[in-house]
């Protein structure tokens, strides 16, 4: 069984870190059902194992976590859907690079429940809108913005960290990182998008998608 766990309000990153890595631990020792956790955190900024400093354009703006998860530079904050994925990787083909599809393709079917084609770039990681309602860029091209991001860690096959998806976030907060090393591109949400999703319709599609591209509920 999948445990879902949904924190109300905002809740603090270095305790949600801690939660992670105690309940990670469980589950490879077998006294806890694998866990999907469902958050919002305030204003801040992590720093991944792969992050430029450079790419910290506003280090004064938000405090700045560095995190061992995957990745560069992102932003966490109000608005947005924080998905901590703890799934026992042991139990599911100790295939990281099929894991993190999956991670992918539930975010896609998700976004699909709102009629939002997301899409995937070759180096570019997280999932990716094309702005049909934007100007053609400077190349010619239609533009894209992120949506969601995707970061994990594995630790004795256990997965904590995972995904953000934006919902309806200050979009300006950004703007003081180069989101995931990412210069040319931009960010957006559901709400940017215009649709009026709520926290609560995003939460009912990811449960309704996971069983789908997992093969488990909770």
């Known amino acids: 069984m999948v ?3 949904t924190s109300s309000g905002l809740t603090d990153y270095a305790t949600a870190v801690r939660e992670m890595e105690t ?3 469980a589950i490879a020792s077998g006294t806890a059902d694998e866990a999907i956790w469902l958050l919002e955190h305030p204003a801040l ?3 991944g194992t792969s992050a430029n400093p450079k790419d910290l354009t506003d280090p004064d703006r938000f405090p700045v976590y560095p995190t061992k998860r995957g990745g560069q530079y992102t932003y966490h904050g109000p608005g947005q859907r924080v998905i901590y994925v703890m799934l026992n990787l042991n139990k599911r083909g100790r295939d ?10 539930w975010v896609i079917a998700t976004l699909d429940e709102f009629n939002v084609t ?3 770039r070759d180096g570019r990681v997280g999932v990716w809108v094309v702005r049909d309602d934007k100007p053609l860029t400077a190349t010619g091209a239609k533009p894209e913005d992120k949506i969601a991001a995707i970061g994990i860690r594995l630790r004795k096959w256990v997965s904590f960290h995972g995904i ?3 919902v309806e976030p200050d979009l300006d907060h950004f703007t003081g990182i180069v989101p ?3 210069a040319d591109h931009g960010v957006t949400s559901l709400v940017d998008l215009g649709l009026p999703v709520t926290m609560d319709d995003l939460d009912v599609a990811l449960k309704r998608r996971f069983a789908e591209v997992f093969g488990t509920g909770g």
Not at 96 to 105: G, M, N, S, W
Request: hydrophobic share 45%; glycine share 8%; charged share 25%.
């Open 3 to 5: 445990e879902w766990i």
């Open 23 to 25: 309940r990670a631990e």
């Open 45 to 47: 900024y992590t720093a």
């Open 96 to 105: 990281v690079r099929a894991f993190v599809k999956q991670l992918e393709t």
């Open 118 to 120: 997301g899409e995937i």
């Open 164 to 166: 953000s998806i934006n």
């Open 180 to 182: 995931c090393g990412i």
